[in-house]
């Protein structure tokens, strides 16, 4: 006669909001296992991991490598064993191997308790789309498996499985008609500043459609371009939720799930005046997450930043003070033949505020050397000598170059990263320089509209006045010429950034963005200009550092062909 399990009334849950690094095995092992064992001295009945968490994520073509999936699979057999003579079930992720004959693996999840793994489940949807493309590097399930838990059936799924809208396959329907009651989902799914709100959504939606609870845990933390927010969280069968936790913190939180109970709605109100301050806020939390992920994983101590006294390069220094510490930062002022007095005494101020460390490189006299020289080989071949009559675009970009053989020689010289100061409204628009203000390890807001910059900035002068004031007030300008403004040559970033957003995130057409943008008095000219200009410098973009993504279309989610003869 067979055990006749009870249903269990309460759930006690321990989610396990992680920040895992690709590779490294034992620290993401040792992490689980910690919590783990608090999970167990609290008495939480389960703890739940993100998707991938033995190895990190993404992990890309390492997701096919014997070594790699032989050291997670060494990984997941020590979690497993941890669990031995204690009462909690652990789920989490890892990479199993797939059938004999296969060049694939699966991106799966394992149930653990007793000292052993009581099922493997693997991801069924593989996304294809924006930063995703696992189905290059992974192979779908073909079963979908539950099990019981203290009386009670659970449905484990990974990540996209939860988002099923636009797939023939519905694991989470496919669950709830093997009995599922709670919907356990991993998943590893990145910030973006629009995507959380839908994110929210679709979980609410679908738990509400199948009529299940939805534990969903995702990971925390900086992925080289990529930043996790985390925000797992817990929601009933009738669509509301019960529990969120922080964004952008890593850490274990409890919580607990009643059944037999209707459940009792977490309540978010925000007014539009404050869900703006939040989107700001969390995008310069984002930020500085992923900053600092980036040089703690890939071993940095310290970075240096080009101060130019504009309000660029005064955020991004902001963002580093931030993530490292004042004593990690460097700021080097590069002067050159027409920078104003006055961005050279707001970027001296800038790091006074801050309290790093400011250095004075001129290129004045490697500037006036190189022309010098050019004008003579010049003179000698009888050509033209134009640098005599104007300013050239080839004289503006040996400015931005002398700047960054200044700045690139100090990171190779003493190991500190070199942080690019380029928003994404000038990548957009090709306003930047090949081997000049583009040099760096690590654009910090490459993602991020000119538009927001001055709004983000405003934001961390709330927390402490760190920027001067005259960095505001002043029109921008590269001060590669005399009086220079990048009005000269660019719309104003108020008209720009809406018509690069309509372009950019919303993927439209320059008739769709006429329609759109005709009330706001933007001409048809001016968008088609626009957006001319924005193909045309994709090679640019190709060349830029790892760029922290904060939108939902990052430079690397756009894949456009650089020899595209397509008009716009």
């Given at each position: 006669m067979g055990m006749i399990l009870r249903k269990a009334k309460r759930i006690s849950l321990a989610i396990g909001q992680i920040n895992p690094t690709v590779g490294?095995?034992?620290?993401?092992?040792?992490?689980?296992?910690?919590?783990?064992?608090?999970?167990?001295?609290?008495?939480?009945?389960?703890?739940?991991?993100?998707?991938?968490?033995?190895?990190?994520?993404?992990?890309?073509?390492?997701?096919?490598?014997?070594?790699?999936?032989?050291?997670?699979?060494?990984?997941?057999?020590?979690?497993?064993?941890?669990?031995?003579?204690?009462?909690?079930t652990a789920i989490f992720g890892f990479i199993d191997r797939s059938e004999k004959g296969s060049k694939k693996n699966h991106n799966s999840l394992a149930v653990v308790r007793g000292g052993r793994v009581v099922l493997?489940?693997?991801?069924?949807?593989?996304?294809?789309?924006?930063?995703?493309?696992?189905?290059?590097?992974?192979?779908?399930?073909?079963?979908?498996?539950?099990f019981s838990f203290n009386g009670t059936k659970v449905g484990p799924c990974i990540c996209e499985d939860l988002w099923d809208d636009d797939y023939a396959t519905k694991p989470g329907r496919l669950l709830k008609q093997k009995g599922a009651q709670v919907l356990v989902n991993l998943s590893a799914s990145p910030y973006s500043d629009s995507g959380v709100g839908r994110r929210i959504e679709v979980i609410c939606r679908k738990a509400a459609e199948y009529g299940l609870w939805v534990i969903y845990v995702n990971?925390?933390?900086g992925q080289d371009?990529?930043?996790?927010?985390?925000?797992?969280?817990?929601?009933?069968?009738?669509?509301?939720?019960?529990?969120?936790?922080?964004?952008?913190?890593?850490?274990?939180?409890?919580?607990?799930?009643?059944?037999?109970?209707?459940?009792?709605?977490?309540?978010?109100?925000?007014?539009k005046k404050t869900s703006s301050f939040v989107r700001i806020k969390e995008v310069y939390d984002a930020l500085v997450l992923g900053l600092?992920?980036?040089?703690?994983?890939?071993?940095?101590?310290?970075?240096?930043?080009?101060?130019?006294?504009?309000?660029?390069?005064?955020?991004?220094?902001?963002?580093?003070?931030?993530?490292?510490?004042?004593?990690?930062?460097?700021?080097?002022?590069?002067?050159?033949?027409?920078?104003s007095k006055r961005s050279f005494e707001d970027a001296r101020l800038m790091a006074r505020k801050l309290g790093i460390e400011f250095r004075v490189k001129s290129i004045m006299s490697q500037y006036e050397h190189f022309m010098n020289a050019t004008i003579a080989e010049k003179r000698k071949r009888g050509a033209p000598i134009r640098e005599k009559r104007s300013i050239s675009v080839a004289m503006e970009n040996l400015q931005a170059r002398l700047r960054g053989l200044q700045l690139m020689y100090i990171s190779n010289d003493e190991g500190a990263l070199l942080l690019t100061t380029g928003n994404k409204s000038e990548l957009a628009m090709g306003y930047s320089t090949l081997y000049g203000d583009m040099c760096g390890g690590l654009s910090v807001i490459g993602d991020v509209y000119k538009t927001d910059v001055y709004r983000l900035a405003r934001y961390r002068n709330s927390?402490?006045?760190?920027?001067?004031?005259?960095?505001?007030?002043?029109?921008?300008?590269?001060?590669?010429?005399?009086?220079?403004?990048?009005?000269?040559?660019?719309?104003?970033?108020?008209?720009l950034d809406r018509i690069l957003y309509h372009y950019i995130e919303k993927n439209q057409s320059a008739n769709e963005i006429v329609r759109t943008l005709r009330p706001k008095r933007i001409t048809a000219r001016t968008i088609r200009r626009v957006l001319t200009t924005v193909d045309h410098n994709e090679y640019k973009r190709r060349q830029l550092p790892p760029a922290l993504r904060i939108t939902e279309k990052a430079w690397f989610g756009r894949r456009m062909p650089i020899t595209n003869e397509f008009d716009i």
């Open positions: 490294d095995f034992e620290g993401n092992a040792r992490k689980i296992c910690s919590f783990l064992e608090q999970a167990e001295k609290t008495g939480s009945d389960l703890v739940v991991f993100p998707e991938l968490a033995v190895c990190g994520y993404p992990v890309w073509d390492l997701a096919n490598k014997s070594g790699f999936v032989d050291r997670g699979l060494r990984a997941v057999a020590q979690i497993a064993n941890s669990t031995r003579n204690k009462r909690i493997k489940q693997a991801k069924t949807l593989l996304p294809t789309y924006d930063v995703f493309l696992e189905e290059i590097f992974f192979l779908r399930a073909k079963t979908h498996k539950t990971q925390v933390g371009d990529l930043i996790f927010d985390g925000r797992s969280c817990v929601v009933a069968p009738n669509g509301k939720m019960t529990f969120v936790a922080p964004p952008f913190q890593e850490g274990l939180f409890y919580t607990t799930i009643d059944l037999n109970k209707k459940s009792r709605t977490l309540f978010i109100q925000r007014s600092a992920d980036y040089i703690r994983k890939n071993g940095f101590r310290n970075v240096v930043v080009g101060l130019s006294g504009g309000i660029d390069s005064a955020l991004v220094a902001a963002l580093a003070c931030d993530a490292l510490g004042s004593k990690f930062v460097i700021g080097a002022a590069l002067p050159g033949p027409y920078s927390i402490s006045p760190v920027i001067p004031l005259s960095i505001f007030s002043k029109a921008p300008s590269a001060e590669l010429r005399p009086n220079q403004k990048d009005q000269d040559s660019l719309p104003p970033y108020s008209v």
